[in-house]
């Protein structure tokens, strides 16, 4: 019995060595998500500047306030944790980046087509790009007042045309 209670009380000490794995000084143990990868979800992107996001086809990206325009509905596919490409449904193009920041649609998913989804502390969500950087800073897909993509290198985080909220397609 007193062995057990020594190895217990070693354990503890151990545990709460500086440095030991899961405590907030120490190393993070990797993590692994595959149940995340591939998944696929039928949304709306609807942007703080409130405009739906949509890819015509013609495979021009903008913005429009109806909600139920066909072209505004997006096939958001999982490529990695917290990496996914945005497919127009009605029309088949995917929402790309150009070096420049440019937004517009492509037929095939390349590099061009590969954005971070983060949710920001307001419930809403962001999209930059992983290939594409402006002065080492991210560039993210945005809706101005008028419903036209602002070019990426214009673009922070902390802007309220990059923050859109992905909204449920109801079946009709």
């Known amino acids: ?24 000084g120490g190393p993070r143990r990797a993590r692994s998500y595959p149940h995340l ?11 703080s ?14 913005g429009t306030r109806w909600r ?12 990695r944790v917290g990496v996914v490409a945005l497919k127009a449904v009605h029309t088949g193009f995917y929402v790309a980046m150009s070096r420049r920041g440019r937004l517009y649609g492509s037929r095939v998913c390349t590099a061009h087509c590969s954005f971070r989804e983060r949710i920001e502390e307001n419930g809403y969500n962001t999209y930059a790009s992983v290939r594409w950087r402006h002065r080492g800073r991210p560039m993210f897909l945005a809706l101005d ?24 397609v109801s079946p009709r």
């Open 49 to 62: 500047t409130h405009f739906f996001l949509g890819v015509d086809p013609s495979g021009r990206v903008q």
């Open 68 to 79: 139920h325009s066909p072209d505004s509905v997006l096939e958001i596919r999982s490529l």
């Open 145 to 168: 007042g008028q419903g036209a993509p602002r070019r990426g290198g214009r673009t922070r985080v902390h802007h309220l045309s990059t923050h859109f909220l992905p909204v449920l």
């Open 37 to 47: 990868e591939g998944d696929v979800r039928w949304r709306r992107l609807f942007s």
């Open 1 to 24: 019995m007193r062995g057990r209670l020594w190895l217990g009380l070693a354990w503890l000490l151990l545990a709460r060595a500086p440095g030991a794995a899961g405590t907030p």
